[in-house]
């Protein structure tokens, strides 16, 4: 069973700033780098809660590389990396 702890305030706000992500685009939500192959959580443009992995197709792009907070994506011959909200 979890337990449960008292979160303390600036943690709160933090958790729940508003603009901390993107709205209406693809966000890094987290990484998770493991011997069996590393993994990052992303929220679609749409909203939609995802995990991906090496390979994965999100939308017509492709996950090319997952590093602790970043996630690289390519669409064609272009690549783009997302990183973690700063905050």
């Not at 890094?28 to 993994?39: I, Q, V």
């Not at 939609?48 to 970043?70: L, M, R, S």
């Amino acid at each position: 069973m979890a337990s449960e702890t008292e979160t303390p305030r600036e943690t709160l706000e933090t958790a729940t700033d508003k603009n901390a992500l993107p709205s209406g685009r693809l966000a890094l939500l987290g990484t998770f780098l493991k011997p069996d192959g590393d993994r990052a959580l992303i929220r679609t443009a749409s909203g939609k809660i995802a995990t991906v992995t090496k390979g994965a197709k999100i939308g017509n792009a492709k996950v090319v590389a997952i590093e602790e907070g970043k996630l690289v994506i390519a669409r064609g011959t272009n690549t783009t990396t997302l990183e973690m909200p700063r905050g």
